[in-house]
């Protein structure tokens, strides 16, 4: 398989994997640091796996580390919201 569409696969799954951690560690405030972590040392595991080179891990770990913060930023003011109309 192309780096390209290893690429996809791991950014495409990154929702899935935050979620399986948000839920893992509900019950731990400010545990957003090592959830992070988990996510980044998981999708580093599955490309190195996958034997995609080096160089390419690098940006489609970037790539990763970014939709990481934004889909974390959006699940955080989505909660703001629901808690905000209780």
Do not use: R
């Amino acid at each position: 398989m192309d780096p390209f569409t290893i690429a996809m696969l791991a950014l495409t799954g990154l929702p899935k994997l935050i979620d399986a951690f948000e839920t893992l560690f509900s019950s731990k405030k400010k545990s957003g640091p090592k959830k992070k972590k988990l996510v980044m040392a998981a999708t580093q595991t599955g490309l190195t796996l996958a034997k995609v080179p080096e160089e390419k891990q690098a940006l489609i770990l970037g790539a990763a580390d970014s939709l990481t913060d934004l889909i974390v930023k959006e699940l955080n003011d989505a909660e703001t919201k629901d808690t905000a109309h209780v």
